[in-house]
Each structure stands twice: as C-alpha cells, then as structure tokens.
C-alpha cells in the first residue's frame, strides 16, 4: 500500500483544514488506517485511527471533539477533519495503513505541514 498524504497549510487559530490521504491497491480497504504527527523537536504521536470498516475510532485526548477521522473505501481515502484548530496542533501530519487494534503501522506516507498561527 502506498500512502500519499494531502491538504495541510496555514491557518489561523480556530480555523479548519481536512486532510486527505489516498491509498493505492486494492487492499486499502483490508487495512485499519491512523494519523499520526510530529511537531518540531518532539517525537511522534497519535491522533487519530478508523477501523477498516469505518465502525469504530479511535482518538488522541488532546483532539477529541475537535477531530474527526472518516474514510471512503471506494475511494481509498481516508480523511482527518480538524476543527478548532490550535497553535499546538502545528505539526508534520502522516497516515498509516496497519492495525488500530494492535497499534501497529506497516504503511506510511510522507507527510504534510500544518501550521497553526495565534
């Protein structure tokens, strides 16, 4: 599975944006997909994650309610709607293709910047 990332930018505090990730092959609808991020300096983490039917996510404490992740198998794609946005959810925003469930991530994509202004 490859995993190309789409949508970050700039945007003022309080402000959206929606990300998108697409996904080659067939088997994208077989796969548990995540987002993840790094600000500047820290290390990775979670945000968000949707089971490979889209029945059950799963989200970070620090974006619950403010973030929701949605996918359309049909066209491979999985979303991250961020609403209400801070100047601490800036930060390099990737997908992953693997298991919610387990938490592991085989697939990741490169990346897109968020960059959030006070």
């Known amino acids: 599975v490859q995993l190309q990332a789409s949508g970050g930018g700039l945007v003022q505090a309080g402000g959206s944006l929606r990300l998108s990730c697409a996904a080659s092959g067939r088997t994208f609808r077989r796969y548990d997909m995540g987002w993840f991020r790094q600000a500047p300096g820290k290390e990775r983490e979670f945000v968000a994650a949707?089971?490979?039917?889209?029945?059950?996510?799963y989200y970070a404490d620090s974006v619950k309610g403010r973030f929701t992740i949605s996918r359309h198998n049909a066209k491979n794609t999985v979303y991250l709607q961020m609403n209400s946005l801070k100047p601490e959810d800036t930060a390099v925003y990737y997908c992953?293709?693997?298991?919610?469930?387990?938490?592991?991530?085989?697939?990741w994509g490169q990346g897109t910047l968020v960059t959030v202004s006070s």
């Open positions: 992953a293709a693997g298991s919610a469930v387990v938490g592991t991530y085989d697939y």
């Open positions: 949707i089971r490979w039917s889209g029945g059950t996510t």
